[in-house]
């Protein structure tokens, strides 16, 4: 049975409107994950911002790295497709404490570390946490605060040790533009009409 002019016409539009129902309206961009190890006495705050690390250390027991007149690192690791893809592999960054030189523990005030503005990749300004894991003989608290991420580091024994985080974050989607849509369903649109009108026949 032939189809008329009409119902190819409505053939040819519900085509078109399950293809746009089934589009993607967002791309949807791999996860991203930050590892961090670092040397703690007692407790120790690290915000992770944009490409930037900043510590923030309370009183009054040592700071990270510091305890025993020591100066040890911050080891930085970054996967764009974890395990397989490293960005950072184990980047050393020893903070630098304005007003606190080495070997003074900074114990006892309140202090900020100078920021490490390094970070590769940077922590997108929107994202969600999918993942966290950590090792090490207390606990750690990661919060999210907007496009920022907080890990509270806590080590209540007699002496520092080593803990160790890994936060992975899922990269908001990207909306597809609507232009975009618009121009595809429109050139499909005329493609699809393009195969309906026939020019009219001669007379003979």
């Not at 900020?112 to 090490?136: K, Q």
Request: charged share 20%; with cysteine.
């Amino acid at each position: 049975m032939r189809m008329t002019r009409a119902t190819k016409t409505l053939a040819c539009l519900l085509v078109l409107t399950l293809g746009l129902a089934f589009l993607p309206l967002a791309v949807q961009a791999d996860p991203i994950y930050f590892e961090f190890s670092a040397y703690i006495d007692h407790e120790d705050i690290l915000y992770i911002k944009g490409n930037t690390l900043q510590w923030f250390h309370p009183k009054p027991y040592a700071a990270v790295g510091r305890w025993g007149c020591r100066n040890e690192p911050t080891y930085i690791t970054t996967y764009t497709s974890f395990p397989d893809v490293k960005v950072m592999d184990n980047v050393a960054w020893i903070p630098n404490w304005p007003g606190y030189p080495h070997p003074n523990e900074i114990r006892g005030v309140d202090a900020w570390s100078d920021p490490f503005t390094g970070l590769i990749p940077a922590l997108p300004r929107c994202f969600e946490m999918v993942y966290i894991y950590y090792t090490g003989r207390d606990s750690a608290e990661v919060q999210q605060d907007g496009d920022t991420i907080k890990i509270h580091f806590h080590d209540r024994h007699g002496y520092a040790d080593w803990h160790r985080v890994r936060v992975g974050v899922s990269v908001c989607p990207v909306p597809v533009p609507a232009g975009l849509l618009l121009f595809g369903s429109g050139a499909g649109l005329l493609l699809c009409l393009r195969r309906i009108v026939r020019k009219p026949g001669r007379n003979c």
